[in-house]
């Protein structure tokens, strides 16, 4: 495995692997700190491609002024271990400095879709991602790139933008991967206390039993929905909701409050974002009502 800091490095290492034959090319951006769900991933990514580059970088540009640019955990020497572990090739770690050397005057700015759900709490946030995986793509031009639906309105974005522009990668988007207890992985778990850990089991609950009562059919619209889900959160006393929304998937459509959900075509997905304390945690379950209503 090799460690690049530059990104004529980096070029130059994804160049050597093309030319050796070791292609496809692809591509796991990260922030590191990494988990599970950051090796599924390379997992998916080593099934797939001859070359596996995975960058770490803490995004500054993604961030809000209030938000945990400084405070988000880091540790280098772990994530190298796991990144061989998980077979990646090419680990990209560049300093700000070598991503932003100067003002950034260009960005990439997906409308419409990064208004809602996170785009709504944390403006900017989406305008940041789309501008790093843009520069990311375009430094390491890779054949695809894998990204996991825990994030999944940054999926619904970031697809949005390849399409768009007509980049030429694919995104592969990867299931979310789940501690034993249903909490989603993530990297900012590490912030909760012990009371906070064990309530935050709320949000995962709250998406299973949501989806059990579209299943047989105790929930019908989106309104009974949103309010079982928000009604289980709150059952959580720590829990403070910034959002439970119920959207079409991918496109991130609204629908009427007292429409019934069998009858939504394609894929709708049931988002959340709750506080516990000073962390924000994001949850997510995508399915089509129609496919479900009808195994009852
Ligand atoms: P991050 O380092 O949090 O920016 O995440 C990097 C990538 O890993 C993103 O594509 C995330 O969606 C993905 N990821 C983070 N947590 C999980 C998880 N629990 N399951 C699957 N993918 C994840």
Same mark, same amino acid.
Do not use: W
């Given at each position: ?88 090739? %090419? /680990?990209?770690? $560049?300093? @700000?400095? &070598? ?6 005057? !260009?960005?990439? *700015?997906?409308? #419409? ?57 694919? %995104? /592969?988007?990867? $299931?979310? @991967?789940? &501690? ?6 993530? !990297?900012?778990? *590490?912030?909760? #206390? ?103």
């Amino acid at each position: 495995m090799r460690v690049v800091r530059t990104v004529e490095q980096l070029r130059e290492a994804v160049g050597f692997m093309r030319g050796a034959g070791q292609g496809p090319v692809g591509l796991v951006p990260t922030m590191g700190y990494l988990h599970d769900g950051h090796a599924s991933l390379l997992r998916r990514a080593g099934e797939m491609c001859g070359t596996v580059v995975m960058s770490i970088f803490v995004n500054p540009i993604q961030f809000g002024p209030n938000e945990d640019f400084e405070a988000y955990p880091r540790d280098e020497r772990r994530d190298l271990e796991l990144a061989e572990r998980e077979g990646a090739d %090419i /680990v990209f770690i $560049p300093a @700000v400095e &070598e991503m932003y050397p100067r003002e950034i005057r !260009s960005k990439i *700015v997906v409308s #419409s879709l990064t208004t809602r759900l996170c785009g709504a709490s944390r403006p900017g946030h989406f305008d940041g991602v789309t501008t790093v995986v843009a520069k990311l793509f375009n430094m390491v031009q890779p054949d695809y790139a894998y990204f996991g639906l825990k994030d999944a309105q940054q999926v619904a974005v970031l697809r949005q933008m390849v399409d768009d522009l007509n980049m030429n990668v694919k %995104i /592969v988007p990867c $299931p979310i @991967v789940r &501690e034993a207890d249903g909490l989603a992985l993530s !990297s900012r778990n *590490v912030y909760l #206390s012990a009371e906070e850990r064990l309530q935050a089991l709320v949000l995962s609950r709250s998406l299973r039993e949501a989806h059990s009562a579209v299943e047989e059919g105790r929930a019908a619209t989106t309104d009974e929905v949103r309010e079982l889900l928000k009604s289980t959160i709150s059952s959580s006393p720590l829990a403070d909701i910034d959002y439970a929304e119920i959207l079409t998937f991918p496109q991130l459509e609204p629908l009427e409050g007292n429409f019934p959900l069998v009858e939504t075509d394609g894929e709708i997905i049931m988002a959340l974002a709750v506080r516990f304390g000073r962390t924000r945690l994001i949850d997510n379950m995508i399915f089509t009502p129609k496919e479900v209503a009808a195994l009852v």
